[in-house]
């Protein structure tokens, strides 16, 4: 089992940055890729970023490229997303997901899921 502790959420203004984090518990993640989901009122989750095992690969939704930046630190047994230029739009619940399971932008049904943190981006 592997539990997943999102944080780092908060209200910024529009433009700003912010810098969440994914505590992953129970097990090492270095085996698992990981990746980072949105959900806003009112609409279906969605997918934002995904990172190797090794995080020399990433791949990100065309709406948050260039300014989002997946990371981790198997170290530290954590996963990050750096975002910068935040948009209104991003406001969103943030959701952290782990999967043994090879994927890109869809999580496996054996992945495990965070409690989420809430962004908000005002203008």
């Known amino acids: 089992q592997v539990q997943l502790a999102e944080s780092g959420g908060g209200l910024v203004q529009a433009g700003g940055s912010l810098r969440l984090s994914c505590a992953a518990s129970g097990r090492t993640i270095s085996t698992y890729r990981m990746g980072w989901f949105r959900q806003a009122p009112g609409k279906e989750r969605e997918f934002v970023a995904t990172?190797?095992?090794?995080?020399?690969?990433?791949y990100y939704a065309e709406s948050v490229k260039g300014r989002f930046t997946i990371s981790r630190d198997n170290a530290k047994n954590t996963v990050y997303l750096q975002m910068n230029s935040l948009k209104t739009e991003d406001t969103a619940v943030y959701y952290c997901?782990?999967?043994?399971?090879?994927?890109?932008?869809?999580?496996?049904?054996?992945?495990?899921w965070g409690q989420g943190t809430q962004v908000t981006v005002s203008s």
């Open positions: 990172i190797s095992t090794s995080g020399g690969s990433t």
């Open positions: 997901a782990a999967s043994s399971y090879y994927w890109i932008d869809k999580a496996p049904s054996n992945a495990y």
